[in-house]
């Protein structure tokens, strides 16, 4: 060999290596966290959110998932938040020191209004399915949510008890926290620039905790309404109906909010004869693909999905989709593409992200507890 050509294999080789080292740098490995309640009175909704992810990771591992043609592994890093607010800081802290690349959580708006600060610090993108309509605000970009939010879910339930309930006196019960009094606050100021007339006799706070409703109830039984609005989750709305059955007020109809769309609920005895349920996270019956994703489910769990498990297996597909396109998995490559692509949602077809990370095409669907399920009646993406 010539020492021409030697040269010119050296050069050849040497440009080989260097367009390789400045090629993507994707490990074998991209850690997907899931933040859930998995324990506690939420668990069943926080374990159909991790459902969803892992039947995701599971079926795009197994279909091979290339980042930038390198074969990449989805690794979920699970944890409890145990819907605790000071529990949720541990979880999100360990989270980002164990470098996960993307976090599904939280599931409590209250939690999530702790945590974001510290996905941010962290530089660690986040989906979510509380609905608390500032949340996003608070992210500065670096959260985005899965459902349609409160303000939205505001105005489907004053709408739906003015307009189809004709419920011209309400009572208002919520729960005393960051996700309760907004959405109290503004079911009111949605109620007031209604045509009809509705008047709120009645809005009281009340602790998470609370289970004896007595004093509670016992003025509504003293001025029934038309119609509640009892912005609590089950396993305070399931002693309540005891209670309000108790004293001859099962005739009231209730609504209730997205954090109330469990098993537990809407297998309940019919203490209160009519319950209606507002949802930003809609129903998987709903969308054209939901049969399928039905079948996966039950094979995967014995069991059907029981909350919004579809959401967070479109989100998985969703952040595998950008981090393709990006070729990356750096956390600002993902949130600019979060933020700007249709990526993938086998399930709901909808997951598009607005700039400040909200839903572009967020909806509300309307149901009703009924021969134990929560029966679709409307929805719509302009209430």
């Not at 040269?7 to 997907?32: E, N, Q, Y």
């Not at 941010?120 to 986040?126: E, I, M, R």
């Not at 007020?249 to 909010?257: A, D, T």
Request: aromatic share 6%; net charge positive.
């Amino acid at each position: 060999m010539t020492l021409r050509r030697s040269l010119l294999l050296t050069t050849s080789m040497a440009v080989v290596w260097m367009l390789a080292a400045c090629g993507p740098d994707i490990p074998a490995i991209v850690k997907i966290g899931v933040a859930q309640p998995l324990s506690g009175p939420s668990a069943a909704r926080g374990q159909d959110l991790l459902n969803g992810v892992k039947l995701a990771v599971a079926e795009l591992n197994a279909a091979g998932y290339k980042i930038a043609g390198k074969p990449v592994q989805l690794e979920i890093v699970a944890m409890d938040d145990k819907a605790d607010i000071a529990e949720a800081k541990k979880v999100a802290q360990a989270m980002v020191d164990q470098k996960v690349t993307v976090v599904i959580g939280h599931l409590s708006s209250d939690v999530t209004e702790a945590v974001v600060p510290i996905y941010k610090k962290g530089n660690v993108p986040q989906l979510f399915t509380s609905s608390a309509t500032e949340l996003t605000k608070l992210s500065d970009g670096n959260a985005f949510r899965l459902v349609a939010n409160d303000a939205m879910q505001a105005r489907a339930m004053a709408t739906y008890l003015a307009e189809n309930l004709n419920a011209g006196k309400v009572v208002i019960l919520h729960e005393d926290t960051s996700f309760g009094n907004p959405l109290a606050k503004d079911v009111t100021a949605a109620l007031s620039k209604l045509n009809k007339k509705v008047e709120i006799t009645l809005a009281e706070p009340v602790n998470t905790k609370t289970v004896d409703f007595a004093a509670f109830v016992g003025k509504l039984k003293a001025a029934p309404p038309d119609a509640l609005l009892a912005i609590v989750r089950d396993n305070q709305l399931l002693p309540l109906f005891v209670q309000m059955n108790a004293a001859g007020l099962s005739n009231v109809p209730v609504m209730v909010p997205s954090s109330a769309k469990t098993q537990k609920l809407v297998t309940a005895p019919a203490d209160v004869k009519s319950v209606f349920l507002t949802s930003g996270a809609l129903d998987p019956s709903e969308f054209p693909a939901g049969g399928e994703f039905f079948g996966r489910f039950r094979t995967a769990y014995k069991s059907d999905p029981v909350w919004a498990a579809h959401y967070a297996y479109d989100a998985v597909y969703v952040v595998a989709d950008v981090m393709r396109r990006a070729d990356s998995v750096e956390a600002s490559a993902l949130r600019t593409k979060l933020a700007q692509v249709d990526a993938n949602a086998p399930v709901t077809n909808t997951m598009r992200f607005n700039a400040d990370g909200e839903q572009r095409f967020g909806a509300i669907g309307i149901y009703q507890k009924r021969d134990s399920k929560w029966q679709p009646l409307m929805r719509s993406d302009r209430w």
